[in-house]
């Protein structure tokens, strides 16, 4: 559907970006096909936020090029807007507004239309089991449905693709099974997933995944292949073997 | 526009449920009202008072007298010469000098101008202008007691200030009071706003949405202005109620110019937190770049006339300064725009430049 000249949902070729001497992401080049679910994996610091940053058009490149549901990243940032969904590091709905003002916001942000607002929401909150705390003022519900409540909200207008940037940090092990499933359905729908975790078994669960140090990609391909290639049991232990010369808080929090 | 309501009605949720805040902004402007009020009330008691009488006589003692008996009056020190009144002055001994000239009981029986000095310390305009009112009242008593003789006028008062000549009088602290409650509400409050958004990261989530930089902007700013509106009434109506500062100009003009501020206010507002990212920061930066200057530098407090040079010069870049003009000229003088109309393109210039800069402040943030 998208004009995109290789048909892919992201395409990145030699994306730069330094901040004056320092380099954060060093001539990365990488594809992400339509309704794919791609794992962005690096230690803190590896460069994965600031490569999310210059694809979502917050942060302009130094070089190489981009494009995003078919639009360039630096001539087109405007077209990128409406295509793209994005959940930030740091948690994106307002604790001072309940949980239907929160969606309620992101429909008028978006332009849907009242029918189409009322009808996600129904489905968000069904989805969810939030019913009941429509009313609820965020701040007030658990951390894991806040998650699981702004991964939908970052869904609602039905991007064409979607960015995580660390959305399961300090989310218990079951609220993350569930957030991962509402991943596949997104996926299933059709909407491009790009995910960026430093919990190496979450790896697992991605059609493919390319591990970042030091602001270049040293490992990309399916999961499953990547171990055999590298001979090593988990992603874990290539990831390890991978980030350890210049990393030293490469175990995350797992 | 869907879009803006949706963000306007968020930040006016923002606003409604800080409850303390809130609070804090609808109360501060009517507790600053009577706080200045009462502090730079004009009530004159226990004023105390020296004489210099270089040749007592019946006229002069009498007068001296009336002053003792007003209830106003507290006679601390009689001199031979007003040399003498210097040092007074200088120890806030004395907060009145009435001098009389000599032979003044005998130039009044002769019918010919008997002449008083009043020296009042006018470091606080406003009490030195009450203070000047008593004392020609207890004068214009005792003349008045007079048999009535030739000459029309026979006692002739003479009014001079120290430290503070030009007599700035600030019975008129409402319009700066005004201005300065605008800055921390437009000013302050939307940099904190912003900064806020920067600190908990939804500003990025706004960023990335379709939403223009205009609107984000607007949508912050809009439900400021409102309550920078209602605060402006509150001051004046309090003002009015408790205090009866005169309303001589055009209500509508005064408010249109009130707004016109808020705006210069709220562009600050939006500079600051441009170039901020966090709200210590920014709430530093707004208090040092707005309140401090609104309060020292608009002649709210201290006249500009009596300010140095250089120091008069850096007023003229204090927004507050030309609104404090066209609030005093408006509210006191009932003067119109034809009179005001330089203080006026003064502040919309300064709006327009303001908005310029923090647009542009702010769109290099999202690149």
């Given amino acids: ?254 | 526009m869907n879009a803006l309501w949706g963000l306007l009605r968020k930040e006016t949720y923002h606003i409604l449920r800080d409850r303390r805040t809130l609070a804090v902004l609808i109360f501060m402007p009517i507790v600053q009202v009577i706080l200045f009020g009462f502090s730079i009330r004009t009530d004159v008691r226990d004023v105390r008072l020296a004489i210099v009488d270089p040749s007592p006589d019946a006229a002069t003692l009498a007068i001296r007298d009336r002053f003792n008996a007003s209830g106003v009056f507290r006679t601390v020190a009689v001199a031979a010469r007003s040399a003498d009144l210097d040092a007074l002055f200088q120890m806030d001994t004395v907060q009145v000098a009435v001098e009389f000239e000599p032979d003044f009981g005998r130039r009044l029986a002769s019918g010919q101008p008997a002449r008083i000095l009043v020296t009042s310390d006018a470091t606080e305009p406003n009490s030195g202008t009450a203070r000047q009112f008593y004392v020609d009242a207890v004068i214009q008593g005792y003349e008045a007691g007079l048999p009535r003789g030739p000459g029309a006028v026979r006692i002739v008062p003479q009014a001079r200030s120290r430290f503070n000549p030009t007599r700035e009088s600030t019975n008129l602290f409402v319009p700066g009071l005004m201005a300065m409650v605008l800055m921390i509400i437009a000013a302050l409050m939307t940099a904190l706003s912003i900064t806020r958004e920067k600190e908990t990261g939804t500003m990025e989530t706004l960023l990335v949405s379709p939403l223009r930089p205009w609107q984000i902007i607007v949508g912050k700013v809009a439900p400021y202005l409102g309550i920078g509106f209602v605060s402006v009434l509150a001051v004046l109506g309090v003002a009015r109620m408790v205090f009866n500062v005169p309303m001589r100009g055009s209500l509508t003009l005064l408010l249109a110019e009130g707004t016109l501020f808020i705006l210069v206010a709220l562009a600050l507002g939006i500079l600051v937190s441009a170039r901020t990212s966090s709200q210590r920061v920014a709430m530093l930066g707004a208090l040092m770049g707005t309140m401090l200057p609104t309060q020292m530098l608009s002649g709210f407090i201290f006249p500009i006339e009596s300010m140095p040079t250089a120091l008069q010069w850096v007023t003229y870049v204090v927004p507050a300064r030309w609104f404090v003009a066209i609030a005093r000229g408006i509210m006191l003088k009932g003067i119109g725009i034809t009179y005001l109309w330089r203080e006026t393109a003064v502040l919309v210039a300064m709006t327009l430049l303001l908005l310029v800069a923090s647009a542009k402040s702010f769109k290099v943030r999202l690149q």
């Avoid at chain 1, 302009?60 to 078919?70: D, F, K, L, Q």
């Avoid at chain 1, 930030?88 to 239309?113: A, H, K």
């Fill in chain 1, 1 to 254: 559907m998208s004009p995109a000249p290789s048909g892919e949902a992201i395409r990145a070729h030699d994306l730069t970006r330094t901040f004056g001497e320092f380099m954060a992401v060093d001539h990365i080049t990488f594809d992400v096909k339509p309704g794919e679910v791609f794992g962005f994996l690096g230690a803190n610091g590896a460069g994965k936020t600031t490569a999310i940053r210059m694809l979502t058009g917050l942060l302009a490149p130094s070089g190489g090029e981009a494009s995003v549901a078919g639009h360039d990243v630096a001539t087109e940032s405007e077209a990128i807007k409406q295509d793209i969904g994005y959940m930030s590091q740091r948690f994106s709905l307002y604790d001072d507004l309940t949980v239907r003002e929160n969606i309620r916001l992101y429909g008028g942000i978006y332009d849907l239309t009242p029918s189409e607002l009322r009808d996600r929401t129904r489905r968000i909150l069904d989805r969810l089991g939030l019913a009941r705390a429509e009313r609820t003022l965020v701040r007030a519900i658990p951390l894991g449905w806040k998650q699981k409540l702004a991964l939908s909200v970052a869904l609602l207008h039905e991007p064409k693709v979607v960015f995580l940037d660390e959305p399961t940090s300090g989310v218990d092990p079951v609220t993350r099974r569930q957030f991962w499933e509402l991943i596949y359905e997104a996926a299933h729908a059709g909407t491009t997933v790009l995910v960026t975790t430093h919990y190496m078994d979450e790896a697992e669960y991605c059609d493919r995944i390319s591990i970042m140090v030091s602001g270049r990609i040293e490992a990309m391909g399916a999961p499953a292949e990547l171990k055999k290639q590298a001979g090593v049991a988990s992603i874990d232990e290539l990831f390890v073997r991978l980030a350890r010369p210049s990393a030293e808080s490469t175990r995350g929090a797992a």
